[in-house]
């Protein structure tokens, strides 16, 4: 796994001073890298009953489509306030310095899907906590929260269900 965190770049004080930004691009774009994070995320759910991949805008995106092809599975997006078209549920969720709007589209599940949420990072868990929120009230079941890699020293763990947190890296 370490070859895998090594490719994973440190940009210091971005996107400002004293937060070291775990930059997934450079792994993204190295082929062998990005279908290993795949197939190893993949793995871990393989002969799961699973219904459809939740993708958090953007990088979510990046994960979630590409776990959701090899698991034979559908995509469905959390996106930025005013980006669905159709009817959504929101919500309010605080960042560092003010808050931000996340979406799901009204419909997005039939009662009872079991769904994988997928994005890069885990950090202070503020943006999955307010995922799981989403897709309370549209219904799903939460099978695992996927994360590329976790900021262990955040603890964002603490603010997400017991068991139902993965990361194939650890910072
Ligand atoms: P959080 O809500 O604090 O867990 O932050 C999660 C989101 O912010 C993820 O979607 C990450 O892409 C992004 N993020 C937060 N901190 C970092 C960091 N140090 N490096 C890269 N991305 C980050």
Request: hydrophobic letters at 45%; one cysteine or more; proline letters at 2%.
């Amino acid at each position: 796994m370490d070859d895998l965190k090594n490719i994973i770049r440190d940009i210091p004080d971005f996107p400002k001073k004293g937060i070291i930004f775990k930059d997934v691009t450079t792994l993204l774009a190295d082929a062998k890298s990005y279908q290993r994070m795949i197939d190893l995320l993949a793995h871990r759910y393989i002969g799961e009953k699973i219904d459809q991949i939740v993708g958090i805008e953007a990088r979510g995106f990046i994960l979630g489509a590409a776990l959701a092809y090899k698991l034979g599975t559908g995509i469905t997006l959390v996106r930025k306030s005013g980006k669905l078209p159709y009817k959504t549920h929101r919500v309010t969720y605080d960042l560092e310095y003010g808050s931000d709007v996340l979406e799901i589209h009204e419909d997005a599940f039939k009662s009872g899907d079991r769904v994988i949420i997928a994005d890069d990072l885990l950090a202070t868990g503020g943006t999955m906590a307010a995922v799981i929120q989403l897709l309370d009230r549209a219904g799903a079941e939460l099978v695992e929260c996927a994360f590329l890699a976790e900021l262990e020293f955040l603890n964002g763990r603490s603010k997400l269900p017991d068991g139902k947190v993965f990361s194939l890296l650890k910072f």
